[in-house]
């Protein structure tokens, strides 16, 4: 099915350990994102790649990096992980501007840091 | 900067009528109004871009008056299945990054 696929759905980290989200879409977007969702609240955007090649910092990227590999794949990684990373991190693409459908998110990865 | 959306809560009674309201300070290309589910990733609703335009889809429709920077999600003859928490993201006319608001939380009870 086309979409937004997120790898991996759980992981648990110690503090100080690194790792990478992955997340690849095949609907040929232009623009791909990623969020960070905490327990009862909104979604806050990390970083942003309008295409391949370009990224753009969002409201929270202190902690992390991002690599938009190609079109298709976009991967946020966190290099010494802290418990106040521990979020749900959900991945978005959409064409540039939203229309006409607006934007696709991946299912999420729920990341836990002890 | 991050739209502000109200209320921040709403509880309703099944066939019950609502309103979320969502506004920038900036001038805005595009709002986009998703729902998500309890445990669930959002899901794009719809989008209105600059211009004014109404749009909707069965009992659930939106507005956007560029020049006040706000749009509002009507939802009419609420249903069950509307329960959920509602976002507004915004795209403004210098970039194309989709912000969020925080969300209404919005229960339908039978």
């Known amino acids: 099915n086309a979409g937004v696929t997120q790898t991996p759905k759980f992981q648990v980290l110690k503090t100080g350990q690194s790792m990478t989200l992955q997340c690849a879409q095949d609907m040929n977007h232009n623009s791909m994102y990623w969020y960070r969702q905490d327990p009862g609240m909104g979604l806050r955007l990390i970083y942003y790649s309008a295409s391949e090649g370009t990224t753009d910092k969002g409201e929270v990227p202190n902690g992390y990096n991002v690599s938009r590999l190609n079109k298709r794949e976009f991967s946020l990684r966190l290099e010494s992980a802290a418990p106040s990373q521990t979020s749900v991190y959900f991945c978005?693409?959409?064409?540039?501007?939203?229309?006409?459908?607006?934007?696709?998110f991946g299912s999420g990865t729920r990341l836990t840091v002890v | 900067q991050q739209p502000v959306q109200s209320p921040q809560a709403v509880i309703l009674r099944e066939g019950e009528d609502a309103v979320i309201n969502c506004s920038s300070s900036k001038a805005l290309y595009s709002v986009h109004w998703y729902r998500q589910k309890h445990g669930e990733a959002p899901v794009f609703l719809m989008i209105?871009?600059?211009?004014?335009e109404q749009k909707g889809h069965d009992k659930i429709s939106a507005s956007f008056n560029e020049k006040k920077q706000q749009s509002s999600l009507y939802l009419t003859a609420s249903q069950l299945s509307y329960s959920g928490t509602y976002f507004c993201?915004?795209?403004?006319?210098?970039?194309?990054?989709?912000?969020f608001g925080s969300g209404t939380r919005l229960l339908v009870r039978p």
């Open positions: 978005a693409s959409e064409q540039e501007g939203g229309m006409p459908h607006g934007g696709t």
């Open positions: 209105l871009l600059k211009g004014g």
């Open positions: 993201g915004t795209e403004t006319d210098s970039s194309y990054k989709l912000i």
